[in-house]
């Protein structure tokens, strides 16, 4: 496997802001005030929902009963005979 599906998936949602991007870089576009406008609220939009669920994830540690779920299932696998 090259990546794992929630690379994947972070990779899918910033292919637009990527894009455009390289749109500034490569072929010297030139925004207006409101493209830099909605792309700083993009940006602020990313910063916070990665704020958000650091903060939430602190809170309820999701991996930590996925893990424990893994580990429940691997114990009942190897008590089969």
């Not at 090259?2 to 894009?19: E, G, K, R």
């Not at 500034?24 to 576009?29: M, Y």
């Not at 925004?31 to 939430?56: D, E, K, N, P, V």
Request: net charge positive; proline share 5%; charged share 10%.
């Amino acid at each position: 496997m090259l990546t794992s599906p929630s690379n994947a998936q972070v990779l899918i949602q910033l292919a637009p802001l990527l894009m455009s991007l390289g749109g500034l870089v490569i072929f010297r576009e030139r925004y207006t005030l409101a493209q830099w406008i909605a792309l700083g609220i993009l940006c602020l939009g990313f910063i916070f929902s990665r704020t958000f669920f650091a903060i939430i994830s602190r809170n309820f540690p999701i991996h930590s009963s996925l893990s424990d779920i893994s580990k429940l299932k691997r114990l009942s696998n190897n008590s089969l005979p």
